[in-house]
């Protein structure tokens, strides 16, 4: 009996065991609709778990949401995307870092309403985006959102989070508050990354963070509230919810991150696809759609924006198993997480140069990763359309433009968003036009 054959596959299973379900051979792949033997696969689930919490409780932590609440919906986001894509897309979706600087501007007065809305409105035009995907087809999004654009929306999202590495949220709550904590944090971070090998490097944040707590509770500087609510806290209980308000200030602050959800979702799918070796493309509607409502769902009861991970990823392609059956186990690990009061409580005993030190490597990342956008898709940078375009969008971006218009304000990020989209497109017709510059190249065969 063969790893295929309709025998090796339960009639109340959606997945076929693979080969003996102990072991992968060289060049195989565990697929999706099949799995390893069960205690196996649950131990790749709890490494899903493990690789996307550093990233996941990072982000409630520095825009004030409940930690435990976050982690809650992360794990029923996960079952809901994985759903709706009918098993075909193994993905964890943790919380997203393109929401931190919108909701922090969102909630400048402290109240967290406001921002879920912006974050159910956001949730919902990136459902109706996947709609319309699934329907229509995917070129689209290509065709509106080229890489330069793309890369550009990245990077300055990453720069527009740099003051608050320092600064946390003005009320100096970063790097400024505890410099030693932060450089301490931000070495043994960088340490990790490099003493480490393989699944340990990976981890090199959440070590970091670990290092950094320690070292805060050794001086005896922990917060002495934190501490006494970790102390009081149950060990089962429901998560702290949320209910949503709806402003349109907030509104317009949040939904220009659909743009990076998108490109993030996009760009997962093709990484799934490159690695199993399938077209997934057809399912592309259906991530935009799954993502969407995870994120409806979250920001309905006090939990983060979600997007799919690319830690996730990296564990994937370290172990090669694709199997959605491991994400079934880590969305449901992270729920029962999520329903400890003394595990949120923990969360957020960590200290504020902790968190200063942590996010200087990860907003950089971000930052970063729009380079690495333009870099892999070679986009050509001879052509002053697209130089103009990264240009102009990364400075209003760094530079946290603002325009205010009675009682709405657009921020760095909206505005810079706005700025890519319009400075490609309306540069792009007026030289085809008038056949000023060569048509742009982006791909595999352009030349930085």
């Known amino acids: ?125 990136l459902a109706l985006v996947g709609l319309v995907v699934q329907l229509a087809g995917s070129r689209w999004i290509d065709a509106l959102m080229p890489p330069v654009v793309t890369g550009a929306i990245v990077a300055l999202i990453g720069l527009n989070l740099a003051p608050v590495a320092w600064d946390g949220d003005g009320s100096g709550t970063g790097v400024k508050a505890q410099p030693l904590i932060a450089v301490v944090t931000l070495a043994a971070i960088l340490l990790t990354t490099v003493v480490f090998r393989g699944f340990l490097a990976r981890l090199s944040i959440l070590l970091g963070v670990a290092v950094g707590w320690a070292l805060t509770a050794a001086l005896g500087k922990l917060d002495p509230a934190a501490v006494t609510t970790l102390r009081e806290a149950a060990w089962i209980g429901l998560p702290e919810f949320h209910t949503p308000e709806f402003s349109m200030r907030a509104v317009i602050l949040v939904i220009p991150v659909i743009l990076v959800l998108i490109a993030e979702n996009a760009g997962h799918v093709k990484a799934v696809a490159a690695m199993t070796g399938r077209n997934l493309d057809k399912d592309m509607g259906r991530a935009f759609m799954g993502d969407g409502l995870a994120t409806i769902l979250a920001g309905s009861a006090g939990g983060s924006g979600t997007t799919t991970y690319a830690e996730n990823i990296g564990v994937m392609a370290a172990t090669r198993v694709y199997s959605t059956a491991a994400y079934w186990v880590a969305g449901l690990a992270a729920v029962l997480l999520g329903l400890s009061p003394k595990f949120g409580a923990l969360i957020l005993t ?53 325009l205010t218009a009675g009682d709405l304000s657009f921020n760095g990020i909206a505005l810079g968003t706005a700025a890519a989209l319009l400075a490609y497109h309306g540069m792009r017709l007026i030289a085809r036009l008038r056949g000023t510059t060569p048509a742009t190249r982006q791909g595999p065969d352009a030349e930085l």
């Open 1 to 125: 009996m063969t790893e295929n054959s309709p025998k090796s596959r339960s009639r109340w299973s959606p997945w076929s065991l693979h080969g003996d379900g102990r072991s992968v051979r060289p060049g195989d792949v565990v697929h999706p609709d099949e799995r390893l033997s069960w205690p196996r696969t649950l131990g790749i689930g709890v490494q899903h778990v493990v690789a996307m919490f550093g990233a996941t409780f990072t982000v409630p932590l520095i825009t004030g949401f409940p930690p435990a609440t976050t982690l809650f919906f992360s794990g029923l986001g996960t079952l809901l995307f994985l759903v709706i894509t009918g098993n075909r897309l193994p993905s964890y979706l943790g919380s997203s870092f393109a929401f931190i600087a919108p909701v922090l501007a969102a909630k400048a007065g402290g109240d967290i309403g406001p921002a879920l809305g912006g974050i159910v409105v956001a949730g919902i035009a």
């Open 350 to 402: 960590v200290p504020a140069g902790v968190l200063g030190g942590a996010t200087t490597a990860l907003y950089g990342l971000i930052a970063i990763l729009g380079a690495r956008i333009w870099i892999e898709n070679r986009v050509d940078f001879h052509d002053p359309v697209n130089l103009m375009t990264a240009a102009i969008a990364v400075i209003i971006g760094a530079a946290n433009y603002t």
